[in-house]
């Protein structure tokens, strides 16, 4: 002889709506699976939220390098400009001389 469970769900309609309530009842086979499936899932979305914290923490660490590179091509960037500057002045001192 199995044992029925019977749950009480309440579904939620507008705001204008009473809520409908509905009565199913479970066997203890469906309510087993639910309960595997659940544990199931609960197993899998562990799994995600650790694979998460690595991709977050190595997402910190690309945005640190990609800071750190703008910074470092900013100030080679900078030193270029300078040079051609420098270049650009002594081309125009050495054609007065000339």
């Given at each position: 002889?199995?044992?029925?469970?019977?749950?009480?769900l309440?579904?939620?309609?507008?705001?204008?709506?009473?809520?409908?309530?509905?009565v199913?009842?479970?066997?203890d086979?469906?309510?087993?699976?639910?309960?595997?499936?659940?544990l199931?899932?609960?197993?899998?979305?562990?799994s995600?939220?650790?694979?998460?914290?690595?991709?977050?923490?190595?997402?910190?660490?690309?945005?640190?390098?990609?800071?750190?590179?703008?910074?470092?091509?900013?100030?080679?960037?900078?030193?270029?400009?300078?040079?051609?500057?420098?270049?650009?002045?002594?081309?125009?001192?050495?054609?007065?001389?000339?």
């Open positions: 002889m199995t044992s029925d469970r019977i749950f009480d309440v579904n939620s309609g507008d705001d204008d709506e009473q809520p409908v309530k509905k199913e009842i479970f066997d086979k469906k309510l087993n699976k639910l309960y595997d499936d659940w199931q899932f609960d197993e899998e979305l562990r995600f939220e650790m694979k998460h914290k690595i991709y977050v923490t190595k997402l910190d660490e690309v945005e640190s390098l990609k800071t750190e590179y703008r910074n470092e091509f900013n100030k080679y960037k900078k030193k270029i400009i300078q040079l051609q500057e420098n270049v650009d002045q002594l081309k125009q001192s050495s054609t007065k001389k000339g």
